[in-house]
């Protein structure tokens, strides 16, 4: 996207009166007409900053921008016309194949994260011809009128019109954690952290609510000017830069040995253009070409398996992040619970006393305290919360319809103070100030309780009920509104008590969770009773709990070693949630967040992976990585599990490598030093490379044994390099026994010899995956994907069956004789056999301690920035009044 010229920079627009600033951006307080909307999308571009269109050229590219691959090419060029015709046309037409295999691998995966992609769009609040409506982020324009609340995005630079309580986290930007208090009042500064009359992209609301005209969108942002910084494409995972690190030590042994072997092959007289096109052959059957993209195939084909399972993944490498999830923190309603709220009874504190209230007036206080319409019946009412919705609907509530009563003040629910205050004027010449919430937040604003009322409350607590306090203050006539200073001096009247079954089926998915090594923990904004009760009936043992009000006085140190003993969070605020995951993800553990409440986005946000549900509030949705079509702890179990088998599957396909096919190169480095011919064609080289890269597009579909689902999945370079030189060798070894026994005991021709080795080296280079692949005995006790097995033993096959093809003279080949054949598969099954024991002796010694996790800075910076992304070509012009 050009770098168009800015209208206004940031730091003019929190300069400028607001007025000023609509001027200048032409456009006004209710915001900018569709029409006008639209005129401004088509001439300014869409608000992103990523595209996620599979470009076939860029795959194309990055195929080709192998040096030792364009290197090859030339030499068989410039081959063709000073050495061998046919022999030059066999190395193109091959390299031509392994270049179109890499590419079709590369760019299906790039295409499937172009899908999911476009399956996802995250969406923001704004005034269109005067109306709010919710519209996909890219397509907002500047002038537009934006509105944010507690966990969202914000989706563009804004200049703020109005503000209540809000307060941004602009960790993205300035690294600062503590979150920025925010004003429209306009500022003279600078300094980003001081521009407290602007919010910009890519920052998070933390508290409170706020309206904002777009000033910049897209890389003209401050956010995302740093994305581009960081370049667009995704950033590499730990695993991913372990793999190009891997691929790139292998590359520098292939150079050095290649080099020796050119100069050997040079002193010994060979020809020149033969001995380059066999050394660079070797080096490329050295490198590893399908490496890069193992992970992005497996991960894309992972993530169609997930949404057969009703896992949605928004990004790929949230599928990685699963795979290491070790630790996730859950919300309590829905996940460990039914989440079917009934309203169960009323309990009066006074019934019996002279004056006092009888169990349906405490129900009447409660419905009263709430944003209800009096008049209506709750079945008709849009908008309550869960709670409220359950006691209007319930029969004694209906009883009382409609309520004559007038709400004068109302202080809503918030998840901080935990409770909803009204002041009413109920009967004539009568004003009452009513609060319902959280006893524990109920009680702060009381006077007078008995340590009997607190009893009752934590009796039913203990029940594993939903309690709500309902507390009342008699005023003047005269008052007419309520502020949060009369919240004081309330008398308890009575609790509400609500019911929602422990969840039973969820006992089965936490043990499958348990056996994953995954650690769950409960973060709820309930009272801990209530949390240990639930944890009780599903038979999970609480280790400690830890109480929101004390959280607070805690430092990070202090809150972070309770935070991993304890497992149990209660009355915690959203800010609590988040703070206890930011500490958790400490010391190189993931830790993923299951939430589906506007409180819980700044969780979902903090955490490794955020994970939501289908039925979640907007802000859930939109901050999670992963959204469960049910909200249901197995089908997570599942998407871990998924997260795991990608990675243990590319691991086979890396012990394959380093183990076989890195020690037949190394044979042929050598056999081409000691022998008085070449032990394969270049060309032959390339074939059999390209055969065994074949054989190895099956391994992201193969199965993989469940102990190696156990535990996180982590990149360990130093079992890599082990297991390298402890099997390379081996191969080698048998390399050069067969060697010996065709020269010595059968006395093979040159060709005789090639079409041996190639055989020979094909098929324990390919089969050597089913030993690898699992660390039980293969096949017995644990089988391979029919797949794979079909994969592999038909390219055994062709590889048996070339010399002896009508291809056979043009690849250089001759047949061998049968005697000879027969001691080819005795060699190959007594390597196999060998390889079988030596790693059962290799498995036995521990494998080293995983390394910490690292995230830095880029990754975060990606994902956030992942939201704003276009699948070019631009074509889409939103429909506009979409009126919520
Ligand atoms: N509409 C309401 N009016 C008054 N009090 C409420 C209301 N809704 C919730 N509360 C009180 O606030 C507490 C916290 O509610 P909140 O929705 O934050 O819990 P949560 O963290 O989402 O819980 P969970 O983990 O069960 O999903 C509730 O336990 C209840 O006591
Ligand atoms: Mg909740």
Request: hydrophobic share 45%; charged share 20%.
């Amino acid at each position: 996207m050009a770098q168009q010229e800015k209208l206004l920079t940031v730091q003019a627009a929190a300069g400028q009166r607001i007025e000023e600033v609509f001027r200048a951006l032409e456009t006004e307080a209710k915001g900018l007409t569709a029409a006008e909307a639209s005129g401004r999308l088509a001439q300014w571009g869409p608000n992103s900053i990523r595209s996620h269109h599979a470009n076939a050229w860029s795959v194309l590219a990055r195929q080709l921008k192998n040096p030792i691959l364009l290197l090859l090419f030339v030499t068989a060029g410039v081959s063709l016309f000073f050495g061998d015709v046919g022999n030059s046309i066999v190395i193109g037409v091959i390299l031509l194949l392994s270049v179109g295999l890499g590419f079709y691998n590369d760019y299906r995966a790039e295409r499937a994260a172009e899908d999911l992609h476009s399956r996802v769009s995250h969406r923001a609040t704004v005034l269109r011809d005067g109306a709010a409506c919710d519209i996909d982020v890219v397509n907002i324009v500047v002038g537009d009128v934006v509105r944010v609340g507690l966990g969202a995005v914000v989706p563009a630079d804004l200049r703020l019109i109005t503000a209540t309580n809000l307060q941004c986290d602009e960790s993205i930007l300035t690294g600062e954690s503590l979150p920025s208090e925010k004003d429209p009042a306009a500022v003279a500064a600078t300094d980003l952290a001081e521009q407290t009359s602007c919010l910009f992209m890519g920052t998070v609301v933390q508290a409170g609510t706020g309206e904002g005209v777009v000033i910049a969108t897209g890389t003209r942002t401050v956010f995302g000017d740093i994305a581009v910084g960081l370049g667009t494409r995704q950033p590499e995972t730990d695993f991913q830069r372990g793999l190009r690190r891997f691929s790139f030590f292998l590359l520098q042994v292939a150079l050095g040995l290649t080099t020796l072997v050119f100069v050997a092959n040079l002193l010994l007289q060979r020809p020149l253009l033969d001995s380059l096109l066999f050394s660079l052959a070797i080096a490329i059957g050295m490198t590893p070409q399908l490496l890069p993209a193992v992970v992005s195939t497996g991960l894309a084909a992972g993530s169609s398996r997930l949404a057969r399972k009703r896992v949605l993944v928004k990004r790929l490498a949230a599928i990685e992040d699963l795979g290491d999830m070790n630790v996730l923190v859950t919300d309590k309603t829905g996940t460990l619970t039914e989440g079917h709220i009934d309203f169960v009874r009323a309990v009066s504190f006074s019934v019996g006393t002279p004056g006092g209230l009888s169990e349906a007036e405490i129900i009447r206080l409660g419905m009263l305290a709430s944003e209800a319409d009096y008049a209506h019946s709750g079945n008709q009412q849009a908008g309550l919360s869960v709670l409220d919705a359950a006691l209007w609907s319930s029969l004694d509530a209906q009883k009382l319809l409609p309520l004559a009563a007038t709400r004068l003040g109302l202080i809503p629910f918030d998840h901080d103070r935990r409770r909803t205050t009204v002041l009413v004027r109920d009967s004539p010449g009568d004003g009452v100030i009513i609060s319902k919430g959280a006893p524990e937040d109920v009680f702060t604003v009381c006077t007078d309780l008995t340590p009997g009322q607190r009893a009752a409350v934590d009796e039913q607590f203990s029940f594993g009920a939903r309690v709500i306090a309902v507390a009342t203050r008699h005023v003047s006539p005269q008052t007419q509104m309520l502020y949060p200073v009369d919240e004081a001096g309330l008398t308890l009247q009575g609790i509400l008590v609500f019911h929602d079954p422990p969840k039973l089926s969820a006992k089965k998915s936490l043990a499958r969770l348990a056996a994953l090594g995954v650690t769950v923990k409960i973060a709820t904004g309930d009272n801990h009773l209530v949390a240990e009760k639930v944890f009780a009936d599903l038979g999970l043992t609480a280790t400690g709990t830890l109480l929101g009000r004390d959280i607070d006085a805690l430092d990070d140190d202090a809150l972070t070693a309770a935070a991993e003993e304890s497992n149990i969070f209660a009355r915690v605020s959203p800010e609590q949630k988040a703070r206890i995951i930011r500490l958790l993800r400490k010391d190189g553990r993931a830790v993923g967040f299951l939430g589906d409440g506007v409180n819980d986005a700044l969780a979902l946000h903090a955490a490794d992976v955020g994970i939501s549900v289908h039925t979640a509030v907007d802000v859930a949705k939109d901050a999670a990585d992963v959204v469960l079509l049910d909200k249901d702890l197995d089908v997570l179990a599942t998407g871990v599990n998924e997260g795991r088998r990608i990675f243990a599957n590319t691991m086979k396909y890396v012990l394959m490598g380093t183990s076989g096919d890195f020690g037949n190169m190394f044979s042929a480095a050598i056999g081409s030093v000691v022998l008085n011919f070449l032990p394969m064609l270049p060309g032959q080289i390339l074939l059999n490379d390209l055969l065994y890269d074949s054989s190895q597009l099956a391994i992201p579909g193969d199965n993989v044994d469940p102990e190696q689902l156990h535990r996180p999945s982590h990149w360990n370079i130093q079992f890599i390099r082990r297991f390298m030189f402890a099997f390379g060798p081996l191969s080698s070894i048998f390399d050069f026994a067969t060697f010996a026994l065709m020269l010595f005991v059968f006395h093979a021709g040159e060709s005789e010899f090639q079409a041996g080795w190639f055989m020979e080296s094909l098929a324990t280079e390919t089969l050597i995956i089913f030993a690898v692949r699992t660390r039980r005995v293969p096949f017995f006790k644990s089988r391979p994907s029919a797949g794979l097995t079909a994969a592999v033993f038909g390219i055994v096959a062709i590889g048996c069956y070339l010399p002896y093809s009508p291809l056979a003279g043009v690849l250089g080949f001759s047949p061998v004789p049968a005697p000879f054949f027969l001691a080819l598969v005795g060699m190959t099954v007594l390597y196999l056999l060998i390889v079988e024991t030596l790693k059962k002796r290799f498995f036995r010694r521990k494998i080293p301690v995983v390394q910490p996790r690292h995230r830095g800075r880029a990754t975060r910076v990606a994902r956030r920035a992942s939201r704003f992304s276009v699948g070019a070509p631009v074509k889409w012009l939103e429909p506009t009044n979409a009126q919520k």
